[in-house]
């Protein structure tokens, strides 16, 4: 779980207008950064099945979410993931 502290530079950089919290790219951009920092829980506990599921819904949540942006502006979803650095 992040913060709101650590939340609001990623909504900060994402975002389209000053008002915009919940726009499609500042929720891949949310739950990337939630991915990352579950990833260092997994080094530690490798046995925390409940949260690997967890993981993996969220996976499946930004995989749908960049389907939409890739569906709906196509510009939009190429310049997200290069700044996000998800796919190679």
């Given at each position: 779980?992040?913060?709101?502290?650590?939340?609001?530079?990623?909504?900060?950089?994402?975002?389209?207008h000053?008002?915009?919290?919940?726009s499609?790219?500042?929720?891949?951009?949310?739950?990337?950064?939630?991915i990352?920092?579950?990833?260092?829980?997994f080094?530690?506990h490798?046995?925390?099945h409940?949260?690997?599921?967890g993981?993996?819904l969220?996976?499946?949540?930004?995989n749908?979410l960049?389907?939409?942006?890739?569906?709906?502006?196509?510009?939009?979803?190429?310049?997200?993931?290069?700044k996000?650095?998800?796919?190679?």
């Amino acid at each position: 779980m992040i913060s709101s502290l650590e939340k609001a530079p990623v909504i900060a950089a994402h975002r389209q207008h000053d008002k915009d919290c919940g726009s499609t790219e500042v929720q891949i951009a949310i739950l990337t950064e939630r991915i990352n920092s579950l990833q260092d829980h997994f080094k530690t506990h490798k046995k925390d099945h409940a949260g690997r599921r967890g993981l993996l819904l969220m996976v499946s949540k930004r995989n749908r979410l960049l389907r939409y942006l890739a569906e709906t502006r196509r510009e939009s979803y190429g310049a997200l993931i290069k700044k996000l650095g998800l796919r190679k």
